[in-house]
Nanobody
């Protein structure tokens, strides 16, 4: 299976972007889809996650209230990270990842995820 992340770009502070992530090569539903980000010289950090039914969502404190996460109800393996009120500190490469049997309790941990996408760059200018 491969993950295709898209939607990154350059935006001014206060703007919005929507990232999408679509797995290919495997038809069964993932358990959780997570988004992580990595700024230059920093470690990869958890941003948000959603379960396959779309009724459990988790956000990092740094993005809570500004970012939302959702799943496509038609193409159920596709999910989105909608980012509003973007700040320069949101600048990073954003990665999506899926797991096929992990726990809600550890959804913030990168080791839970089985497959990772290639990343998409988000740059927020001040």
């Amino acid at each position: 299976v491969q993950l295709q992340a898209s939607g990154g770009g350059v935006v001014q502070a206060g703007g919005s972007l929507r990232l999408s992530c679509s797995p290919s090569g495997r038809t069964d539903l993932w358990n959780f889809m997570g988004w992580f980000r990595q700024a230059p010289g920093k470690e990869r950090k958890f941003v948000a996650a959603i379960n396959w039914r779309g009724d459990r969502k988790v956000f990092a404190d740094t993005v809570k209230g500004r970012f939302t996460i959702s799943r496509n109800n038609t193409i159920k393996t596709t999910a989105y990270l909608q980012m509003h009120s973007l700040k320069p500190e949101d600048t990073a490469v954003y990665y999506c990842a899926v797991d096929y049997g992990g726990s809600y309790d550890t959804v913030r941990n990168s080791y839970q995820y089985d497959v990772w996408g290639q990343g998409t760059q988000v740059t927020v200018s001040s």
